[in-house]
T-cell receptor, first 113, second 110 residues
């Protein structure tokens, strides 16, 4: 299916475990983003990527790792999950052209216990 | 100070009312502006871009005031289906990143 998809939609993991959230887009958009959304903070940028093999930190990168070996995939890994990383994670993509829309995946609701 | 600030609300309005939201941004180098809508437990979706001259899309009007660094969204003739959180979004050309405000919650009541 065309679009941007995230998996899993829901995940419960234990403190200290590594967990990877997947994001896949079919439009060949150059830019991809990972946000987390928490009550009282809104959407905060974790990492973004301008193209394959190019990634950069956002506002809250600590504890997260990303990679982008292929244009269509942008996985986010929590190396050692902490309870403070309990959140809803959104992946997004857009072209590099100014004023173009960013499209969001449906989100992954992650709970760290 | 947050880069993009919004009144979190909620704004409780009756059907048919006109409601306005404001958003302020701190980075004067910001170049592109948007309003997104987010329904409960769903992903944000673009409502409209905001252009310097102001723009209208049906019942929705967006305006930009660069001198005062604020963006507004006006919704006329509110519908029950307008109930959602409205996110103000700013893009700085330097990094092509979108910065989101915390959102304003709107509840339209019968």
């Amino acid at each position: 299916d065309a679009g941007i998809t995230q998996s899993p939609r829901y995940k419960i993991t234990e403190t200290g475990r590594q967990v990877t959230l997947m994001c896949h887009q079919t439009w060949s958009h150059s830019y991809m983003f990972w946000y987390r959304q928490d009550l009282g903070h809104g959407l905060r940028l974790i990492y973004y990527s301008a193209a394959a093999d190019i990634t950069d930190k956002g506002e809250v990168p600590d504890g997260y790792v990303v990679s982008r070996s292929k244009t269509e995939n942008f996985p986010l890994t929590l190396e050692s999950a902490t309870r403070s990383q309990t959140s809803v994670y959104f992946c997004a993509s857009r072209t590099g052209t100014a004023n173009t829309e960013a499209f969001f995946g449906q989100g992954t609701r992650l709970t760290v216990v | 100070r947050k880069e993009v600030e919004q009144d979190p609300g909620p704004f409780n309005v009756p059907e048919g009312a006109t409601v306005a939201f404001n958003c302020t941004y701190s980075n004067s180098a910001s170049q592109s502006f948007f309003w997104y809508r987010q329904d409960c437990r769903k992903e944000p979706k673009l409502l409209m871009s905001v252009y310097s001259s102001g723009n209208e899309d049906g019942r929705f009007t967006a305006q930009l005031n660069r001198a005062s660094q604020y963006i507004s969204l006006l919704i006329r003739d509110s519908k029950l289906s307008d109930s959602a959180t409205y996110l103000c979004v700013v893009k700085n050309n330097a990094g092509n990143m979108l910065t989101f405000g915390g959102g304003t919650r709107l509840m339209v009541k019968p």
